[in-house]
């Protein structure tokens, strides 16, 4: 199985002393695009948008739980993975 495009990687890195709560670092194709970080009510950070003309835009969804990122980083993938497979049937 391939492994997919974006990931998120549980991570203490960055954290202050007193933070209670994990990090993600966001992983596109196997390096590091930002790192989502836990404020009031939820997390926050950017997670990689790819465009049609293969732009990479940063994709900001709000300060939201772990599992709305999951959630969208789901959804990105299997977009990436229909693009690909696309691009594959037309060569």
Request: proline share 4%.
């Amino acid at each position: 199985m391939k492994s997919k495009p974006i990931t998120l990687v549980e991570t203490r890195r960055g954290c202050e002393m007193m933070e209670s709560t994990p990090r993600f670092d966001v992983m596109f194709r196997g390096e590091k695009f930002d790192q989502l970080s836990f404020n009031m009510t939820g997390y926050v950070g950017y997670l990689p948008s790819v465009q049609p003309d293969g732009r990479v835009l940063n994709l900001n969804i709000g300060e939201r739980g772990i599992g709305a990122y999951r959630k969208e980083v789901a959804a990105l993938n299997k977009e990436l993975a229909a693009k690909a497979k696309e691009m594959e049937q037309q060569s």
